[in-house]
C-alpha cells in the first residue's frame, strides 16, 4: 500500500497501474489458480487490466449498497451475492433504523442483484473458487461495507486465498479490511482523501452495456488478449 499522491487517467490506467502491483505478490502462482473478480459495476474495468496482465479469467462479482431509507447515497451497509452482509451498527443506532426498514433494503437490492446476474452472468458458467486464489478488484474504496461484502461472500466458496486490489482508498479503511482479506493492494492513500472520484480525470458511471462488453472480451487468461 502506497501513501504516494498520483491520479489517473481513467480506470483502464488504474487497472494496468494496479495489475503491476498485484503481479509481484503472486509471482509463485500460476495462471490457472488465479480468478479475478471485478466488483460490478466500476470495478469491471479495472479487473478488465489486472485480469489480462495476470494472464488470468475475469469474471463478476456482485455487491449492492444497502442506502439509509431518508438518504439513499448514505451507506449503512452492503450486500452482495451468496448472502455477504454488512451493516454499519453505530450509524442505523445513531439514526434510529428500525429492523422492517433494513429487511426492506435487503429485499429491494436482493432484486437489483438478481437482475445484474441475469444481466452479466446468463450465458456464463458456474464460477468455481474453491483452492483458488481471488483477486477481487474495485474501483475504490470508501467505507469498505462493499469490499467486504464481498470478501466475506467469497469466502463462503473456500478459496485458498483473498488479495484485495484498488487503485485507492483511506489508509485506515485498508488496513481494516485485513481483518476479512488476506492482503490488501492499494495503490494510492491520499491523506485528503474524500471520495473515490478524486484520483481519476475521468469517473464516468460505468453502465450495464459496458461491464457485458467487458466481460465478453477475452483476456490473456480466457483467449487472445484485447484493448
Known amino acids: 500500500m502506497s501513501n504516494t499522491p498520483r491520479t489517473f487517467r481513467d480506470r483502464r490506467e488504474a487497472g ?16 490457472q489458480d488465479l480468478q479475478v473478480l471485478g466488483l460490478a459495476r466500476g470495478g469491471v474495468p479495472v479487473g478488465w487490466e489486472v485480469a489480462s496482465h495476470l494472464r488470468a479469467p475475469l469474471d463478476v462479482c456482485l455487491v449492492r449498497k444497502l442506502g439509509v431509507p431518508q438518504w439513499p447515497e448514505l451507506a449503512m451497509g452492503a ?4 448472502g455477504g452482509v454488512v451493516l ?4 442505523i443506532r445513531n439514526l434510529g433504523i428500525g429492523d422492517d426498514q433494513i429487511r426492506d433494503a435487503v429485499a429491494r437490492e ?8 441475469q444481466a452479466y452472468r446468463a450465458d456464463r458458467g458456474p464460477l468455481v473458487l ?15 461495507a462493499s469490499i467486504t461484502a464481498a470478501v466475506r461472500s467469497v469466502r463462503e466458496a473456500g478459496p485458498s486465498r483473498i488479495i484485495v486490489g484498488v487503485p485507492v482508498g483511506p489508509e485506515s ?30 469517473f464516468h458511471q460505468v453502465g450495464d452495456d459496458e461491464v457485458r462488453a467487458l466481460l465478453a472480451t477475452p483476456t490473456a487468461g480466457s483467449g487472445p488478449a484485447s484493448s
Open 16 to 31: 494496468r497501474v494496479l495489475a503491476v502491483e498485484l503481479a509481484g505478490r503472486l509471482d509463485r502462482i500460476g495462471p
Open 79 to 82: 450486500l452482495a451475492t451468496g
Open 88 to 91: 454499519n451498527d453505530d450509524l
Open 110 to 117: 436482493t432484486r437489483e442483484l438478481h437482475r445484474r446476474g
Open 130 to 144: 474453491a483452492g483458488r486464489t481471488v483477486v477481487l478488484v474495485d474501483d475504490g474504496i470508501a467505507t469498505g
Open 173 to 202: 479503511v485498508c488496513r481494516r479490511l485485513l481483518g476479512d482479506a488476506d492482503e490488501v493492494v492499494c495503490s494510492t492513500m491520499p491523506a485528503d482523501f474524500g471520495a473515490v472520484g478524486q484520483v481519476f480525470e475521468d
